[in-house]
């Protein structure tokens, strides 16, 4: 017992030296903590002026093809600007948020970034992290019709430049799947008619599945589309941080998707959940056992090199007499500056010349994205870089797309979507307790939200 | 001649070694002073993250317990997680430590090419939780995968490994198992360590294979079964790796073990606070295991040093 | 005779579990032949063709740098890492091993319980101090802890082989006069052989594969190590990725970890010699 004791003291007392050994150890670390505001992003380059050297740090991710192209460019551009030297700092998407979000928060963050558009929120609304773009030597006039304001914008400054246009969702379709269980593809298919149509494939054989889908999939293809189809508008109104949506519509929402997996127009979630995040590596899809994926325009070469049939596109699924097609149109991904960057104007100057300059279009192609201006749309339709799926994929949804806000993208409200769906689909709780908890979850966040 | 006289209990052993402290603080110096510039900082300063709305791109504000009780009382996948993942340790840790001692048990043999067979065995340790690894757990582990077909050649029915909730831990934990090369080379390395002459005198004393193992290699491994042990308990209390590039912590959070939650919350939902909070109740989690670990060890572990002060 | 008999029955467990171990491995090695559709449409184990195409490309890289100065940057990143790590972990569990000091089992368990905090929060912290220090985007982030012994799982592992060594042994030589680092480096370090190689390779292999450090702490394209090159090329956001090539580097980068395993064995094999110590 008394040994016991012992070593229950013991125990304590190696704990609380632990405690007062970090805490003193801590506290010198703190005290360096303080001078470090000063360090600035292109910390290592000579101060700028007319001519005088510059060293700017541009950092994005992507494939080798975009890698690249961007190389290209920055050789080109370093051409005609002797003075001016890009470090580029490129890599896979994997880990490009977190490393971003790092150097940003120490103040180690390149001076030209390449962000998501959903990213935006996140970023600028904790501080004034990315430059305004109107206040520097970057033409932004030359984007297409609205893409700033959809995409770009953050509390009413032009914090990113576009890169990309396109939109969601849209159907990729295997023609040669189409043609085997004589699916018709000049029409605009209803939820209900998809899940029949799905029925009748699987019925013709067992082994195929219409369409196929992971959760992530699921939340912002089928779910959200839907909620705005049922309401005409955006999920969460902007002003009032409340839902756009009632009990009943989100029941239907989620009672939809689980239609879709009764009458096996969806692959199982389980098979699919295989995939999730690479539905492009689908075995079935591959093999011609699955016709449908839904996704984003941007997604198109992705597809495209994953099968040996010629692919299709037509436009996503809608509900009896929708009051929106559901689809928003916009870019995704684009480019912005560095606020703390000592080279602002030479880091517009440089985006200027990679987004606005006819060479430097020319190199691009569509690797870094698809013609956020008219000039890049015209100079690479003549030049014929431009695919042809993904030209119809984004033409259909610029048809008729919805303006969103960014508070329905808000990723907080996007997990709590996620999980629910989960949990309808394999069965732990009903449609209806789902979109209960759905909207209780929703008030208590938004009301955190709208306090902020 | 048993090894069990130098238990490691306060035996009153003679202590010649120099009383001058010195030497030791000298000695361990170098991880004195890495701790403190370079691991104290950190450790602390996620101790008052857990206290703030930290996000990492904004300098939090004192929100004091808000993100322990939020945790614990409102956080429906804190618990689960947590539970999933004491579930996952359970399954993985004796499994990885009871193959890898079989393994170089075997692998201690004199046998030719001895060192092919090393090596072969520890080469899927060296692929660690590379994208080839996701690949190919994919390609094994899916419904019309390998494994269902080697499974098929027994009449056995196909199993959804990566589709089902309950299932899909189990074949995360596989992963951590068929990646046993670590433990099996310290395994090794510590039945290197057994004297030869242990054996001899027990062979004068006639004794068998099953009788030495019991009585000699068991006992004079436990420094390093203990090793392993607490080893494999931490990390796998803190498992990341295999659920998140293999399943991302699904399907319907089937795999979301902890250390996918922290990570999730930490750089997803820009939570750091939060992710920190959830953190040092999993530290405390990991601290009472480890302690009693320890404790359990003067009961079953053996040293030949005549105990550790 | 019983000898053999039961040579046999180890080769033949060894040769079957080893052939289920390695069989996935080898599937990924022969994926390296084959193109997206193959890999991922068809579940048969050898390709369509061969062809050396993709560790061509591969090797490449995305044009700007070669894997060549991936290879280097990593050796130059690894080899030092691990002789520090080697030589300071070492030391501190001889210290802790051996010695006697105020505090002892509260720095033992301080030590220890710096495993116990997921990575994943104490990453801005850490990128933090070595941000002050200037060691952004250079490879002192990696060397600064391996002489600082900031590795407590191998410093825990060494005290425990340490203690697997009588104390006479050793103290017979302090006795004689040695001073106690001498001790060390000619009498203990010679029989700890086995886990100083443990070490190296532990040490060599984590370094080697770690990606999330390396991510964060390496900016420039010209620094990167295997590890982020490996990723380099992924954008799993819309493009597809050339698997195959992937592959190939994943094997090509894999060779050196391999080799240091297969031939450091032998100081496994050696162990503690006869004579060397009276249980």
């Avoid at chain 1, 997604?299 to 495209?304: E, F, R, V």
């Avoid at chain 2, 206290?51 to 004091?64: A, M, V």
């Avoid at chain 3, 100065?69 to 030589?87: C, Q, W």
Wanted: hydrophobic share 45%; with cysteine.
């Amino acid at each position: 017992m008394k040994k016991q004791f012992k070593k229950h003291a013991a125990l304590f007392m190696s704990v609380s030296m632990a405690a007062i050994t970090l805490i003193g150890c801590g506290s010198a670390g703190k005290t360096n903590e303080t001078g470090q505001t000063t360090q600035s992003a292109a910390e290592t380059s000579v101060a700028s002026g007319d001519g005088a050297p510059v060293t700017l740090r541009f950092s994005w991710w992507g494939s080798d093809n975009r890698h690249g192209a961007l190389l290209d460019a920055i050789d080109a551009y370093q051409a005609k600007n002797p003075n001016v030297k890009i470090e580029a700092e490129y890599q896979g998407f994997d880990g490009y948020y977190e490393k971003i979000m790092t150097t940003l928060s120490s103040n180690t963050a390149p001076d030209i970034i390449q962000l998501n558009k959903e990213w935006l929120p996140d970023i600028q609304g904790a501080k004034h992290y990315l430059a305004d773009l109107s206040t520097l030597p970057v033409d932004l006039s030359t984007l297409k019709d609205r893409l700033l304001e959809i995409s770009g914008t953050y509390n009413g400054e032009a914090n990113l430049f576009p890169c990309t246009v396109g939109g969601s969702p849209v159907v990729y379709v295997n023609a040669d799947f189409a043609k085997e269980f004589g699916i018709d593809l000049t029409k605009n298919y209803t939820w209900d008619e998809i899940a029949e149509l799905g029925k009748a494939v699987h019925e013709k054989d067992s082994d195929a599945y219409l369409m196929t889908a992971d959760a992530d999939m699921l939340n912002r293809l089928f779910i959200q589309p839907y909620l705005v189809q049922k309401t005409g508008k955006p999920i969460i109104d902007e002003e009032t941080y409340a839902p756009n949506f009632t009990e009943a519509d989100a029941t239907e929402a989620f009672q939809n998707i689980l239609n879709l997996y009764q009458s096996n127009a969806l692959e199982p979630f389980g098979d699919a959940a295989t995939f999730a995040g690479q539905m492009d590596q689908n075995t079935k899809w591959i093999n011609k056992k699955i016709g449908m994926i839904v996704d984003y325009t941007g997604s198109a070469p992705k597809y495209l090199s994953s099968v040996d049939s010629p692919l299709e596109v037509i436009s996503a699924p809608v509900m009896e007499n929708a009051k929106s097609t559901g689809v928003v149109y916009g870019g995704d991904r684009g480019f912005s500056i560095n606020d703390n960057s000592a080279h602002k104007d030479e880091a517009a100057e440089f985006l200027d010349f990679l987004m606005n300059d006819p060479e430097a279009i020319k190199i691009q192609k569509t690797e870094v994205g698809y013609c956020p201006t008219q000039q890049a749309e015209d100079i690479l339709i003549a030049q014929g870089s431009v695919d042809e799926l993904q030209k119809k994929a984004i033409d259909l949804v610029a048809k008729d797309p919805y303006i969103n806000n960014m508070i329905s993208g808000n990723t907080e409200l996007e997990v709590v979507r996620k999980d629910l769906i989960q949990e309808v689909i394999y069965g732990d709780i009903t449609p209806e307790d789902a979109a209960k908890e759905l909207l209780e979850q929703y008030e208590e966040i938004l009301g955190q939200l709208k306090t902020k | 001649m048993s090894p069990q006289a130098t238990k490691n209990r306060p035996v009153p052993s003679v202590r010649k070694y120099p009383k001058n402290w010195r030497w030791g603080i000298l000695f361990i110096l170098p991880w004195l002073i890495g701790f403190c510039i370079l691991q104290a900082y950190p450790l602390i300063m996620s101790l008052y993250y857990s206290f703030t709305d930290y996000s990492i791109l904004s300098e939090g504000k004192w929100i004091g317990l808000d993100n322990y009780t939020r945790l614990l009382h409102k956080d429906k996948y804190f618990m689960k997680s947590l539970v999933l993942t004491f579930k996952y340790a359970l399954l993985a840790v004796p499994m990885k430590l009871i193959m890898a001692l079989i393994v170089a048990m075997i692998l201690n043999m004199k046998l030719k090419c001895i060192n092919l067979f090393r090596t072969v065995y520890y080469l899927p340790s060296i692929m660690g939780g590379s994208v080839a690894i996701s690949i190919l757990w994919r390609f094994m582990f899916m419904k019309e995968g390998m494994i269902n077909k080697f499974l098929g050649v027994f009449r056995v029915p196909s199993v959804n490994w990566l589709g089902d909730p309950n299932i899909a831990l189990v074949t995360i934990s596989l992963l951590v198992i068929w990646q046993f090369g670590s433990s099996m080379v310290l395994f090794l390395a510590g039945l290197k360590n057994v004297p030869i002459e242990l054996y001899e005198a027990a062979e004068v004393d006639g004794a068998n294979k099953w009788t030495k193992f019991w009585s000699i290699t068991l006992p004079m491994l436990t420094p390093i079964v203990f090793f392993n042990l607490i080893m494999q308990i931490i990390h796998a209390l803190q498992e990341f790796t295999s659920a998140f590039i293999i399943t991302s912590g699904g399907p319907n959070h089937g795999t979301y073990l902890i250390g996918v939650k922290i990570y999730e919350d930490a750089f997803q939902n820009l939570k750091m606070g939060y992710a920190s909070a959830s953190s040092w109740v999993l530290f405390v989690a990991i601290l009472l295991i480890t302690l009693l670990v320890f404790r359990s060890s003067s009961a079953w572990v053996f040293y030949n040093d005549g105990g550790m002060d | 005779m019983r000898v053999k008999k039961n040579d046999l029955i180890a080769y033949v467990i060894l040769i079957v579990m080893g052939v289920a171990m390695i069989y996935p491995l080898i599937w990924l090695f022969f994926a390296t032949f084959k193109d997206n559709q193959e890999l991922f449409g068809k579940m048969s184990l050898l390709p369509e063709k061969f062809s050396s195409i993709a560790y061509k490309n591969g090797w490449k890289g995305s044009g700007q740098f070669t894997y060549l100065t991936f290879y280097l940057n990593t050796f130059k990143l690894v080899v030092p890492t691990v002789l520090l790590t080697a030589l300071s972990t070492g030391i501190v569990s001889y210290g802790f091993g051996r010695f006697k000091f105020p505090f002892k089992k509260t720095l033992f368990a301080l030590m220890i319980s710096t495993l116990m905090l997921p990575d994943a929060v104490i990453m801005i912290p850490r990128y933090v101090v070595f941000n002050k220090f200037g060691w952004i985007d250079t490879y002192l982030p990696f060397w600064a802890p391996a002489v600082l012994a900031c590795y407590p799982f191998l410093i825990f592992m060494q005290i425990q082989f340490l203690r697997g060594i009588p104390k006479e042994l050793d103290e017979s030589a302090y006795m004689d006069g040695c001073n106690p680092f001498v001790v060390y480096v000619k009498i203990l370090a010679p029989l700890l052989k086995p886990s100083v190689f443990s070490v190296i390779i532990f040490q060599t292999l984590w370094r080697w594969n770690d990606y999330f450090n390396n991510l964060v702490y390496i900016s420039s394209v010209k620094n990167y190590t295997l590890s982020l090159a490996l990723k380099m090329s992924i954008d799993s956001q819309g493009s597809s990725t050339p698997w195959n090539q992937v592959l190939a580097m994943s094997f090509v980068s894999l060779i050196p970890p391999i080799l240091l395993y297969f031939f450091a064995q032998k100081y496994f094999v050696e162990g503690i010699t006869a004579g060397g110590i009276k249980g």
